[in-house]
């Protein structure tokens, strides 16, 4: 699932217009003779990045899916440790985002990525030997969970940054892409294989092949060699609190930027309690096996493929504003007909496909014009904090959405509680449509 960023589940993601830097790139393109794709590839540092930020996001889409499903298929755990498993991994972007934003402004992103990756990994390969020992039990998973997600914090933050510091402003839109784009791919891949493996092998693997991941991304990072453009230190740097202070200012003071905030609360909120259900739906009212839960979760992958393609096109020709709202509407309104679902798996696995691919492409058709708002008017320098802040206000409540869905399917029933909880989905785009950001056009600031 998209992350904030993601968010998530995907992530805002990344920095400037879609309209205005397609155009640039183009232009640039015809002016300097090689298409500006071929110059991208060719930049050994961005393949570099765009292999460990791949490898890096399959493990981190694998293990959304296989925590969860290691605690509901292998220890049996109830909708209330499930909400608490959920919250304990997305506990950290409530804790760290802005200081993290803070920190990573003023750091080289390459030793925060590969930081990261290596600390996901002996947390995952930990987990991998506690299982074959028989240790792996529900306390086990809450240290993992919240150590990758802490991890993860710090990884996603990087990344965004080290994109704006390593690619030109006339290749940045590209970049943004191939990055989304392989983060897309992980959808796909990540969820079906982490259902598989913890269907068919054992928890144990599940958790060692999402360390294989990270220690992957770590090899690729580590050889990236650009020195990075980070702002100059003053003698006497502004203390942690006051960078902090100004990118929240940043963000709150521009209506743009304050109303993406607000929209990702709303939906991240929602979007976390109804996954908490959602993950406890498949396997035990529709009665699907965690290789189904898997594949069905996989779809919003090829969704979020197609989601990229319309980005690169879509705000261009109709207004970002435009595109936001509805796109918004679509995607979350598609989720109002999980809890209608009933019957035998040939019937159930089809139709959660067509509403996962559904919400892919359009969720992420608005985490990539979103993106691009926040990169046409964030300023040098604070890319960090600006993706940080709206990270924390975004994504800062989910811990309390997954306690609440763990909560509202244990009192209300699992199909009650996910027409309620994807029914506060559409609270988001109704955010959008009230904004300044709703009349936003073909071009960006």
Known sequence: MPDASSCPPSSSSSASSSSSASSSSSSSASDAGPPVPSALWRDADFRRLWVGQTASQLGEHSSLVILPLIAVLTLDAGADRLGVLRAVG??????????????????????VMVLADLGRALALGAAALAGLLGGLGLPALLVVAFTVGALSVFFDVAYQASLVRLVERDRLTRATSAIEGSRSAAQIVGPALGGALVSLLSAPIAAASCALSFAGSFLSIRRIRRIESIPKRSERAPRVWRRIHEGLRFVVGDPSLRTVGLASAAFQFSFAATMTGYLLFLPRELHLSGGAVGLTLAATGPGALLGSLLAARLPSRFGHGAVLVSAAALGDGVMLCVPALRGPSVVTIPSLVAVNFVFGTFSQLVNVTVTAVRQAVTPDGMHGRVAATITFVGMGASPLGSLLGGFLAGEWG?????????????????????????RLGRELP
């Open 90 to 111: 997305q506990a950290p972007i409530l804790l760290l985002s802005l200081l993290v934003g803070a920190w990573v402004d003023r750091w080289r992103t390459r030793t």
């Open 414 to 438: 699992l199909r009650t509680s996910l027409l309620v909880t994807a029914a506060g989905m559409m609270l988001s785009p109704v955010l959008m449509a009230l904004s300044p950001l709703a």
